[in-house]
């Protein structure tokens, strides 16, 4: 139920991520049984927590193996569609935008939609849902010039340089507004590795539409089969090429609607990607 709600939430309303209050609290402290739930669900249930939606029983425990009453299901429910009617919780604080973009973005035009409209924009064609080859996308793509910070990893002195990476023209005016937030940024987060634009599946890369950034830092993982792409992440490694949470490219990302696959889904989390889709898929 956590993660449908969490789906909705932020898939159909649009609403903004939460986050912890205090930087150096831990969901665990809140969520009596958070460190023993399947990890494939503690994203969700920390959104639905930090809204009030979900409050759990009375020692803060979540017990997702219980099954709700009806009248249980009913306040979840009324808390869902009412904000007026959740819990505040002190300790988590609305992820909002620092500052609004001076233009609107495709991704925040995208909520706005329908499916033909989208795939018209995207593809030329309303039947239309990915380009399979390069020689498809051709014309829709465009492949630009963004300022980054490399690591000199010998130093760990950090210096200027100039990444390339292909998208759909759709999004380049924000892509390029992205990266120059990121790099303007006081954290000077270092970029090694960058993808944009590929044709391996129907999803977001090959709409031109999705950015992984260091992936061997910022693994993808499926939690049913255990199967990983890259090494670690900043939840189990350590390394300046990791995103976290309230990292300036996870901010910078969200200031123009774009999601982050690091808050996971029901069965995987891939925190290297990036895309036009709030839920980060």
């Known amino acids: 139920m956590a993660y449908m709600i969490n789906r909705l939430v932020y898939v159909v309303y649009y609403e903004n991520q939460m986050e912890l209050a205090n930087a150096n609290d831990s969901f665990a402290n809140h969520i ?3 460190n023993t739930m399947n990890r494939a669900y503690q994203g969700s249930v920390e959104q639905v927590y930090s809204k009030g939606i979900l409050v759990g029983y009375g020692d803060t425990s979540f017990r ?3 099954q709700l009453t009806r009248a249980e299901a009913t306040t979840v429910v009324l808390r869902l569609l009412y904000g007026s009617k959740r819990e505040k ?6 992820r909002k935008q620092e500052e609004k973009p001076n233009f609107t973005s495709f991704a925040l035009q995208y909520r706005t939609l329908t499916d033909a409209q989208r795939r018209q924009m995207l593809f030329g064609n309303p039947n239309k849902t990915y380009f399979k080859n390069a020689a498809e996308a051709q014309g829709y793509m465009v492949n630009i010039s963004i300022p980054i910070w490399k690591l000199n990893e010998s130093t760990g002195q950090k210096y200027s340089s100039t990444a390339y990476i292909t998208v759909h023209k759709l999004v380049e005016k924000e892509v390029k507004a992205i990266f120059n937030d990121i790099y303007n940024s006081p ?3 270092p970029i090694k590795q ?3 634009a590929r044709y391996t599946d129907a999803l977001r890369h090959s709409w031109g539409c999705a950015i992984d950034i260091n992936p061997n830092e910022n693994y993808y993982i499926n939690y049913k089969t255990g199967a990983t792409v890259g090494s670690f992440c900043y939840k189990n490694g350590s390394s300046p090429y990791c995103i976290t949470p309230n990292s300036s490219v996870v901010k910078a990302f969200a200031k123009y609607g774009w999601g982050w696959g690091g808050q996971g889904w029901s069965t995987a989390a891939d925190y290297m990607h990036f895309s036009i889709l709030a839920s980060g898929g």
């Open 194 to 196: 960058i993808g944009g």
């Open 89 to 94: 919780q002190s300790w988590a604080a609305e």
């Open 64 to 66: 997702g193996d219980n």
């Open 187 to 189: 954290e000077k987060f």
């Open 32 to 34: 009596a049984d958070y």
